[in-house]
């Protein structure tokens, strides 16, 4: 499914984490998928398949 979302140009927008968060990125990344994670704001890193990292302000 994130494959055929990367090549419609669809953004795909989640937590940036692993597990089924990873397996969403890199599936759209491997397509040429833009991949944006939101990450909490505990210090975690977002996973390699992530381009735009952004955690909550505020």
């Known amino acids: ?11 795909v927008l989640c937590g940036g984490g692993g ?10 990344r491997s397509r040429g998928g833009l991949v944006i994670g939101v990450r909490p704001d505990d210090g975690t890193d ?3 398949a992530v381009d735009v990292a952004r955690r909550p302000s505020g």
């Open 1 to 11: 499914m994130q494959e055929l979302l990367a090549q419609r140009g669809v953004t």
């Open 19 to 28: 597990g089924v968060m990873a397996a969403v990125a890199a599936g759209a």
């Open 46 to 48: 977002p996973g390699e």
